[in-house]
């Protein structure tokens, strides 16, 4: 019901920082609460954050936290992710996806984008 791309990754030195875009298509954008995952080799997706289909509630993993800052434009249809003191434990392609209230997981997800953070 969504399609999703993500934009914005690349290659940062530790301390740095990078903002994630994921434009997302259709007009009703505030329908769909938003996550962030990521994926490091030989690991297994992991949650990062979320936002709800206003904005107005947003989750962290602790591993972000005071690091992150995830927002969306709806009048865009566009999600972000504000990633400020990067480490290399934040290397990983990261995703966006979507759901709707009537799922509890994420049923749309975009290609990916990578982010590597070098020391």
């Known amino acids: 019901q969504v399609q999703l791309v993500e934009s914005g990754g690349g290659l940062v030195q530790a301390g740095g920082s990078l903002r994630l875009s994921c434009a997302a298509s259709?007009?009703?954008?505030?329908?769909?609460?938003m996550g962030w995952f990521r994926q490091a080799p030989g690991k297994e997706r992991e949650f990062v954050s979320s936002i709800s289909g206003s904005g107005g509630s947003t989750n962290y993993a602790d591993s972000v936290k005071g690091r992150f800052t995830i927002s969306r434009d709806n009048a865009k249809s566009t999600m972000y992710l504000q990633m400020n003191s990067l480490n290399p434990e934040d290397t990983a392609v990261y995703y966006c996806a979507a759901r709707t209230v009537l799922t509890s997981s994420y049923p749309w997800w975009g290609q990916g984008t990578q982010v590597t953070v070098s020391s």
């Open positions: 259709g007009r009703t954008f505030s329908s769909y609460a």
